[in-house]
Each structure stands twice: as C-alpha cells, then as structure tokens.
C-alpha cells in the first residue's frame, strides 16, 4: 500500500489465503486518505503478475493482530534524498555517486549508521539482507527489488529450487551493514524508494526522494 500525495506511508503486507483466489490482510495503522494497491503475485508456473488499484482507507484508532509477523509499515513524514533516519535510532545513508538518469544504472547503494555504543548487525528480512520498494510519485512505475534483483523469491524458488542464492538468502549469520540492490529507473520523474532492513528482531524503513532525468 502507497499513500497518494506524497506522505512516503507505505505498508509492505503478506495477505492470508485459503483458496488461492481470496487473500485477506490486516490493516495497520496509517494516515487516513487514499492508497495505492500493488499485489505481486506468482503464478504455479512461476509466471508473476504485479496487480494494481486503489482502495480509501479511513481513520484507524486500533491495530488487530498482524496476519503476518513480517508484515511492516511507515507512518510516512518527509523523504531525505542521502539520508533516512529509522526508528530504533540508527539510520540509512545512500550512498549516491551520480545523478540519476533513466535506463542506466541508479547505483542503490545503502549503509547502515549506527549511534555509538550500538553494536547490532543487520539480520536476514524475509531470508533476505533487505528489501526495496521503488514507486514513482504518479504511481506509474513500481517494483519490489531484492538483493538479487527483480524476481520473487517465490518465483524463483519455483522456477529454480536448487539456486545457490535461494539456499544462501536463508543463511542467519551476521550481515554486513550495506545493501545494494540492482536496478535501472526505466522513465524520468520524481520517485520515493523505501528501504526496509531487520535489526534486532525489528523491520525498519527508511524513505528516500529521488529525482530521475
């Protein structure tokens, strides 16, 4: 979910099913108004679909249980173009080395900023050093990027079970603490890019603007 407007609110959910045509997710809590719906689905071939709407969320005074416990969310604020800062103190930097141009390399590049006295490392988030989530600001564009690139897990796993990186995106050992997910913005425009980490068993986001030539 994507707020319109330019809040940088976003909820990054994993809906329940019990029929693989109904999918269901509880809904945290975040600023009334208008969202943008992107569903990543994959198919039993392997084959994924990102489908799109719009739904009016009103006023939310209390949160039900999460339907998933890796679900995550950002209340919104402004979006930093270098730096974010997260919730548990820490924050993101990115790390640009050049301007932003369409259908070339963006360079994500993040590090992870402690405060001092603040030894905590990164841990895998959905069996993953981290996530992204890349939305130009008219919601014409949108992608959910990995570490390795622009296919699900889910696809992947299907389409390639015995992939050395899906065994080694499941490893719980100490990450370093920079991302860098490749990428190329395919169209001009102003974008938001979320990025999402774990920490102390703690899903984190940090909110980045980004102007594309």
């Excluded at 809590?29 to 990102?50: C, E, K, M, N």
């Excluded at 992204?132 to 990027?145: E, K, N, Q």
């Excluded at 990995?146 to 990186?165: C, E, K, N, V, Y």
């Excluded at 080694?168 to 395919?186: C, R, V």
Aim: aromatic share 8%; proline share 7%; net charge negative.
């Amino acid at each position: 979910l994507v707020a319109e407007g330019g809040t940088a609110a976003m909820a990054h959910l994993h809906p329940a099913t019990q029929d693989s045509v109904t999918f269901t997710s509880a809904l945290p809590v975040l600023p009334a108004g208008t969202y943008r719906v992107f569903a990543d689905i994959v198919h039993r071939s392997g084959f994924t679909q990102t489908l799109t709407s719009t739904v009016a969320i009103p006023t939310v005074a209390t949160m039900t249980s999460l339907t998933d416990t890796d679900d995550s969310w950002t209340s919104g604020g402004g979006a930093d173009s270098d730096n974010a800062k997260l919730d548990d103190g820490a924050s993101l930097k990115w790390l640009r080395d050049r301007p932003l141009v369409a259908k070339e390399e963006a360079g994500l590049r993040f590090v992870l900023e402690r405060p001092a006295g603040d030894t905590a490392s990164l841990q895998p988030y959905l069996r993953m050093p981290g996530h992204a989530i890349v939305v130009r600001d008219d919601g014409g564009v949108f992608i959910h990027l990995h570490p390795m690139g622009t296919i699900s897990p889910a696809a992947q796993a299907r389409l390639s079970p015995a992939s050395p990186m899906h065994f080694a995106a499941h490893s719980s050992q100490a990450l370093p603490d920079s991302l860098y997910f490749p990428y190329a913005f395919p169209e001009s425009g102003r974008y938001t890019v979320w990025v999402q980490l774990k920490r102390n068993d703690r899903i984190l986001t940090g909110a980045f603007s980004a102007e594309v030539r």
